[in-house]
Structure formats: C-alpha cells, structure tokens
C-alpha cells in the first residue's frame, strides 16, 4: 500500500516509499502511483526489450499487455502500465536513490503522461515577475545553464527538462516540476555558488543533481508568458551576438513537435492529440528563437535580454 503522496507536475503521486517531492495538493490533473516491485529477477522479458542501441544504454519495449518496459542499465528499471496509472520499478545496484528518482520522476514518468492523454514538452522554465518563460530544446542545449543563471539573479525556478501545461481562461498554465536542477559542476559553481547537492546523474556524465530550496522554487502554478526555443549549441558557436528572432506560424509549429518529450510511444491517436495541442499552443503563446554563444560569461547578457524581451511581450498583452 502507498504510504506517501506527494505532487508534481500537476499530477498526484502515490509511492510505498518516500521521495523529494512537494506535498499531494488536492487541486491535481491525473494520478500515478510507483510501486516497489515485489519479486526478485527482471520486471520483464529483456528479449522483448532487445539490445541498447551501441551509443546508448537504455532500452525500450512495448509488452503484449500494452504495457512498456523501459530500462536503463545501472540505473533502473519500470514497467508503465498500459492507462498510465502505474510505474512498477527497481533501483538497481549501481545506482543512487537520488539518480533513480531523476530517471523515475522523469523519464519514465513521462510514459505515464502520454498514457494519460497529456504531451509534456522537453523545456525548462523559471518564474519571472510572477510569470514563467520556458527554454525549449534537446539534451545538452543550454536549458539548465541559463535557468542556473536565472537563478542567480534571484528569479525562481518552476520545472527542469520536463514541462507539463494546461489552457486556461487567461492564456496557458505551467506546473512545476520537481524541486531540483541537473547542472554540470562548473555552471553550478558559477551560478550557484559550492550548492549542495545530491550526487551525479549517472556514471556517463559529471552532471550534479542540485536541490532548488526555499524561495529559490516555485512552488504553485503560473501562468506562461513565452517559450524561446534555443539553437543547437553547433549552430550558435560561431556566434558573437545574442538574438531573439521571431519565429512564423509553421516554423513555431514544427519547433514545438520537435519539442515534445518522449518520441518513443508513436501512434496516429496520440500524433492527432499532438497537432492539435500544438496547434493551440501557437496561437496562446508568443514563441521566439533564441541564439547566443555558449559561454558562461555571456549567459547574464542572454538573460537581460530575455527579461526585457519578457517586458515587451507583458507590455503588448
């Protein structure tokens, strides 16, 4: 049985053991619960999951229940059931608990999500004045480093990686995600100061899993202001300057698709809940390009500029 509830996300989380997250609000848009598995031995048949791709060490596979099994070696392993409302998991060895629950609040979560009807989008987002502006982009974008550097100006943090959103009478609403930030050691020392922190992500990577406290979250949902999809760093290297360039319909359009998280659960229902949430999204909320050279010391020019970008956008509201 559950003994522990919690929030994240806008989703209620029931869970037989304990974990860092905010506590259960009643005001919640759906329900997963995360189970220990019981039973010694695979959650399932890791023929059904075949090999990791070469270049990588996680593994995927729909089972014949609808289920998904979903692993990744050394960290842990889940199986989502097939409506979404639970997530059958082991830790394995290798692994801490606070890397686990990155993988299991995240990644495998957001299998649950889809299973649920809803389509999180691959962004961070910090609060300014009151309002959230979320990065959009792939892994190893800069989305982190400049939430860091949000941070530091004494901005609030809302989500990392994954943002789930809502309509709402007065535009779109962002929840937040869980209170913790991944950055590399040497943006959270910049931006952060010696933060403390709760280890390494996992053993491929020298990110650290760093806890957002006290008036440094945002605890509560708030309203999205804008979303600026960030260039490939490979595209912005040779860059001097930062720019906010706007972005037409279509391109708005196929920069949210790529945006989406989770590509792995592919089906023509969720890929026509997909154009429709992203069609509606285009005409809620101002989407801007945003492309800046990846250096530290650039990272509170980018932020100045996205703050008075933020002006601009409350002002013609």
């Not at 019981?38 to 593994?59: E, F, I, K, M, V």
């Amino acid at each position: 049985m559950s003994r522990y509830r919690y929030s994240v996300y806008g989703i209620g989380v029931a869970s037989d053991a304990p974990l860092a997250l905010p506590a259960y609000t009643a005001d919640r848009l759906a329900d997963v619960e995360c189970v220990t598995a019981a039973a010694a031995g695979p959650l399932a048949d890791l023929t059904q999951a075949g090999p990791p791709h070469p270049r990588s060490w996680y593994r995927h596979a729909s089972l014949p229940d609808g289920s998904t099994y979903v692993r990744w070696d050394g960290i842990g392993e889940f199986v989502v059931a097939a409506d979404g409302q639970r997530i059958t998991h082991r830790q394995l060895n290798a692994s801490s608990f606070e890397s686990f629950q990155v993988y299991m609040l995240g990644q495998a979560l957001s299998f649950a999500l889809v299973k649920q009807s809803f389509e999180p989008l691959h962004a961070t987002a910090v609060v300014v004045g009151g309002q959230a502006i979320a990065f959009l982009g792939d892994n190893a974008f800069g989305k982190s480093s400049l939430a860091a550097c949000f941070l530091e100006a004494g901005h609030q943090m809302l989500t990392d990686d994954l943002l789930i959103l809502r309509p709402a009478a007065d535009g779109v609403i962002a929840y937040p995600g869980p209170p913790r930030i991944k950055l590399f050691r040497a943006v959270a020392r910049r931006f952060l100061g010696e933060a403390a922190h709760r280890g390494g992500m996992n053993a491929g990577t020298d990110k650290l899993i760093v806890p957002i406290d006290g008036d440094r979250r945002c605890s509560h949902p708030v309203r999205l202001a804008a979303i600026y999809t960030l260039a490939a760093p490979r595209d912005a290297c040779r860059r001097t300057d930062v720019s906010i360039e706007p972005l037409s319909a279509r391109e708005v359009f196929f920069e949210l698709i790529k945006g989406t998280f989770n590509r792995r659960l592919i089906s023509r229902q969720r890929l026509e809940r997909q154009f429709s949430f992203v069609g509606a999204l285009t005409e809620r909320v101002p989407v801007r390009k945003l492309l800046y050279p990846r250096a530290l010391d650039r990272l509170p020019e980018v932020r100045s500029m996205l703050v008075a970008d933020l002006q601009r956008l409350t002002f013609l509201d």
